[in-house]
């Protein structure tokens, strides 16, 4: 499988990328984190990370401690507080990229034209290695070894991405 074309994204001073789960308190802050560390000192595109949930559950919560604790473990520090995505967040992000089917589905609800349909991608589809499968799994209520995993999928997806953001 090989990686989205990013290619129209190509020559702008900035993009803003919006990390997409259901609750916004694990996978898509960790995602968030990660990239967010990862492109802080690349100057050109200036890329602006932020994450929201498909539901409002958990809308003004920090974030998971776990997963909290697993990012800042591997050195990733980021502040977050939960947010709900809507219809504005898919037109302001120039990608949108979420865990699982059930979030592809739901952010997908907003797409009004064919634009906004070209902006939504798995996170997944930036693993390099090859992933068996596009989903960073749920690892809410799971072992730490659980975010773990999720960290170590986040970190092969978002090097792929700045590896298409940047070649």
Known sequence: MSAPDLSHLKGRDHLIITMVCYGN???SPMATAVLFNKVSRIEKPKI????????????????NPTSR???????YFFDHIASQFDYSRLVAA????VMDR????EVSKYVTNEEEERKIYY???FDLSGPDSLEVPDPYSLPDSAFEEVLEMVERATDGLIKKLLI
Do not use: M, P, Y
């Open 48 to 63: 602006f990370v932020d994450s929201a949930g498909t539901s409002n559950w958990h809308v003004g919560q920090g974030a």
């Open 94 to 97: 120039d990608l949108v990229l």
């Open 102 to 105: 059930d979030n592809h589905a």
């Open 25 to 27: 308190i694990c996978r």
């Open 123 to 125: 996170l997944r589809q």
């Open 69 to 75: 604790r697993t990012w800042e473990k591997a050195g």
